[in-house]
């Protein structure tokens, strides 16, 4: 028996939330150090600090994963906005595209997480950009690429009928999201542990939010069957 989309979808994303709580835990309580910025201590010493001492601080990096973070930010005001004109063109929201109500209930999953992690405070910036010391676990830069790009890519995917379109979409998305990570990480603004623990987060929301769609298309094709195999049973009698 062929095993659900929908099933895979809640094994992997289950997994990945069980891999990202064990290495946050291990972040927060494993060879904690105090080698951050006005003695801040840091989880996995060792590591971070080999991987901060070879990157270093790059402004530049910084300044453009900062810009390019706007830009994933404003490709989620444009599914919003779609949300609203679909809403208001057909006067219920039942009728509004799926992917678009899943979409707006994942991205208030992604802010809640960002503000707990905010006021939970695993480990600070290697580096002090303000005031005073910032939270830097998980990296949020990380998690929103990861996050709005993948879920992006997968409305892109089931909504554009066009394949240049569909795969020029997906491409940039995918893009965007690997330059600012690995550009996160190069600009020496976070600690590894930073990126790796938004990587394991950001797999175990956009695989949830892939389970969610697959899930209702599982129960739409049931419902679609059912009508008819009762027509098949009536026409047998």
Same mark, same amino acid.
């Given at each position: 028996m062929?095993?659900?989309?929908?099933?895979?979808? $809640?094994?992997?994303?289950?997994?990945?939330?069980?891999?990202?709580?064990?290495?946050t835990?291990?972040?927060?309580?494993?060879?904690?150090?105090?080698?951050?910025?006005?003695?801040?201590?840091?989880?996995?010493?060792?590591?971070?600090?080999?991987?901060?001492?070879?990157?270093?601080?790059?402004?530049?990096?910084?300044?453009?994963?900062?810009?390019?973070?706007? /830009? $994933?930010?404003?490709? +989620?005001?444009?599914?919003?906005?779609?949300?609203?004109?679909?809403?208001?063109?057909r006067?219920?929201?039942?009728? /509004?595209d799926?992917?678009?109500?899943?979409?707006?209930?994942?991205?208030?999953?992604?802010?809640?997480?960002?503000v707990?992690?905010?006021? +939970?405070?695993?480990?600070?910036?290697?580096?002090?950009?303000?005031?005073a010391?910032?939270a830097?676990?998980?990296?949020?830069?990380?998690?929103?690429?990861?996050?709005?790009?993948?879920?992006?890519?997968?409305?892109?995917?089931?909504?554009?009928?066009?394949?240049?379109?569909?795969?020029?979409?997906?491409?940039?998305?995918?893009?965007? +999201?690997?330059?600012?990570?690995?550009?996160?990480?190069?600009?020496?603004?976070?600690?590894?542990?930073?990126?790796?623990?938004?990587?394991?987060?950001?797999?175990?929301? $956009?695989?949830?939010?892939? +389970?969610?769609?697959?899930?209702?298309?599982?129960?739409?094709?049931?419902?679609?069957?059912?009508?008819e195999e009762?027509?098949?049973?009536?026409?047998?009698?």
């Amino acid at each position: 028996m062929k095993t659900k989309k929908s099933k895979i979808s $809640v094994i992997v994303s289950s997994a990945c939330a069980v891999l990202f709580v064990a290495f946050t835990l291990i972040v927060k309580f494993a060879d904690v150090e105090p080698i951050g910025p006005e003695g801040t201590s840091v989880g996995l010493a060792a590591l971070n600090k080999a991987a901060s001492d070879a990157l270093g601080f790059n402004r530049t990096l910084y300044d453009v994963t900062d810009w390019l973070g706007v /830009v $994933v930010l404003a490709a +989620a005001v444009a599914f919003a906005v779609i949300g609203v004109v679909q809403l208001i063109r057909r006067k219920s929201l039942k009728k /509004v595209d799926f992917e678009i109500l899943a979409l707006g209930v994942f991205y208030i999953v992604v802010a809640a997480f960002y503000v707990f992690f905010e006021l +939970a405070i695993v480990n600070y910036r290697p580096v002090i950009l303000g005031a005073a010391p910032e939270a830097s676990y998980p990296s949020s830069h990380t998690v929103l690429a990861v996050c709005i790009c993948g879920s992006a890519i997968v409305v892109a995917h089931r909504k554009l009928n066009s394949r240049p379109w569909r795969i020029a979409a997906e491409a940039a998305f995918a893009a965007l +999201a690997v330059v600012i990570v690995v550009g996160r990480l190069l600009s020496g603004a976070h600690w590894l542990t930073d990126i790796i623990g938004g990587l394991l987060m950001s797999a175990a929301l $956009v695989s949830g939010y892939i +389970a969610a769609l697959a899930i209702r298309d599982e129960r739409a094709d049931e419902r679609s069957a059912k009508p008819e195999e009762a027509s098949g049973a009536s026409s047998a009698e």
